[in-house]
């Protein structure tokens, strides 16, 4: 399997080894049509599923670590872009009570991304995530509705932006 399920360092570099090839060569060439980037069409799905998968589970481990949620039980779920509401990501489901979730990150295979690009944006999933579990003892106090859900995402996503930008030095 790749050694993409052994857990934390080993994972996460050989993922990163084995997409270095691709994206190395996707930069050299700038002047090629985006069609033309190279993805990680020669890994089968099921193993870009596994790699993806310990990476979102690398990210979470250090972004609950920073978000102070270290008291919640939660687990990273790949899921085909059918399995989402339409045009989203990823989504959070989780049990206050049991402090309990489940996140789930948008499978490779239905990302239209370089890969590097598609790790960063599966990061900003799982943080993005993260806030609105962080959120969620203040905000389940109030009726939601299309307006205030549309706000929560705005902010939501202004300070995951916020967060990865700092993280990432930009
Ligand atoms: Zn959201």
Avoid at 118 to 130: A, C, G, I, P, Q
Wanted: charged residues 25%; proline residues 8%; hydrophobic residues 45%.
């Amino acid at each position: 399997m790749l050694g993409c399920t052994f857990p934390k360092a080993s994972g996460l570099l050989l993922l990163l080894s084995l997409l270095l090839a691709s994206v190395t060569f996707a930069q050299s060439p700038p002047a090629d049509p985006p069609a033309a980037v190279p993805r990680t069409a020669n890994v089968p799905p099921s193993e870009r599923a596994i790699c993806a998968s310990t990476y979102a589970a690398e990210k979470l481990w250090f972004w609950q670590r920073r978000l102070k949620l270290e008291d919640w039980n939660i687990t990273v779920v790949v899921a085909r872009a059918t399995e989402l509401k339409p045009k989203t990501l990823g989504n959070i489901h989780w049990d206050s009570a049991k402090k309990t979730a489940v996140l789930h990150v948008l499978d490779p295979a239905d990302y239209d991304l370089p890969p590097r690009e598609m790790l960063d944006d599966m990061e900003f999933t799982v943080v993005h995530e993260l806030i609105h579990l962080e959120l969620s003892p203040v905000l389940s106090q109030f009726p939601r509705d299309e307006a205030n859900r549309r706000d929560e995402e705005h902010a939501v996503n202004q300070m995951a932006d916020a967060l990865l930008k700092l993280q990432r030095g930009k």
